[in-house]
């Protein structure tokens, strides 16, 4: 009887073995598609969040939500299945944002310039350097009287830990092609020829964010370097600058997109956001849609390999 008993336990522990695997498996699946509110009936306006660092690319893991990055390729597709949406009529870009990659900047930048549909962006507790050159791609940029904002540059850091090396009795030999091949690295400090071919690359992408801001807001580009030297403003300062053109909140974005688009009364929303996996709601702790540290831990790691161009205010 024991045996008996002992055996209808085993099958129980290898069906809910098997049973967890399936559930996984359809999480997976579930976790890396992207949803939006059904698109039905009237039109409405689009909103379109763009949280966090922004990193060039797709990234993510599909069982962890990362809400504090905000990668192109997925912001990319949400503008462009916004733009062939036919229950949307204008598109909201929620925008809180240090800014980040140059690359991925850049990409979200030509997608909301290229859009057809009226776009309007929201700065809300912060929308800075790539931040802020992503919403200049937008007809109309909406700040609160508090947001941060600006910092307009480029950045590039590196670490030298070359004297620390030497205390710790540290070496690292490096076989390479050309002078420049290992500029960058932690093992030694930059030379002046190398400080000066990447201030060069810098002073490159510098200049297209000028442009952008000066096109996207109708100024002229010396009125922008004036501003273009780092600093952060407040949304009251970029709308008195020109850099943005009212103050408000997300209510009123929506409106302002709505009355560009012609659509009468309160506008229907649709939100554009990640839906979190069936795993991620069975665990529960993940179903509010919470950073994963882990997910956030492993980007910073992988971006922080080598240096790189930044449209990234580094708050203090």
Request: aromatic letters at 4%; glycine letters at 12%.
């Amino acid at each position: 009887m024991k045996r008996h008993k002992r055996t209808w336990m085993i099958a129980l522990v290898v069906l809910a073995v098997f049973g967890l695997c399936g559930v996984c498996g359809i999480a997976v699946l579930l976790g890396t598609q992207r949803g939006s509110t059904v698109s039905w009936g009237s039109q409405g306006v689009a909103i379109i969040p763009i949280t966090g660092t922004i990193l060039a690319g797709g990234g993510g893991w599909p069982l962890l939500p990362t809400r504090s990055l905000a990668y192109s390729d997925r912001i990319v597709q949400d503008i462009r299945r916004a733009e062939e949406d036919p229950a949307v009529a204008a598109i909201v870009l929620e925008i809180d944002s240090p800014g980040g990659s140059v690359v991925g900047s850049v990409d979200i930048y030509n997608a909301v310039r290229a859009a057809h549909k009226p776009v309007v962006a929201s700065i809300g507790e912060m929308g800075a350097s790539g931040g802020y050159y992503i919403a200049c791609g937008a007809d109309r940029i909406v700040v609160r009287p508090g947001s941060i904002t600006g910092s307009i540059g480029v950045i590039m850091e590196m670490l030298d830990a070359s004297r620390l090396a030497a205390k710790l009795g540290v070496t690292l030999e490096v076989i390479k092609t050309g002078p420049y091949k290992d500029q960058g690295s932690w093992h030694r400090p930059l030379t002046e020829e190398e400080r000066a071919l990447l201030q060069g690359m810098l002073d490159e992408a510098y200049e297209d964010f000028i442009h952008a801001v000066a096109e996207g807001r109708g100024l002229a580009e010396d009125q922008v370097r004036a501003v273009a030297d780092g600093r952060i403003l407040s949304g009251r300062q970029a709308v008195r600058l020109g850099l943005a053109d009212r103050e408000g909140d997300l209510q009123e974005a929506i409106s302002l997109a709505a009355e560009l688009a012609g659509l009468t009364g309160a506008p229907r929303e649709i939100r554009y956001e990640a839906q979190p996996s069936l795993l991620q709601l069975l665990l529960g702790s993940l179903a509010q849609g919470r950073e994963s540290d882990l997910a956030i831990l492993r980007e910073i790691l992988l971006a922080g390999r080598s240096p790189a161009m930044q449209y990234l205010y580094t708050a203090p």
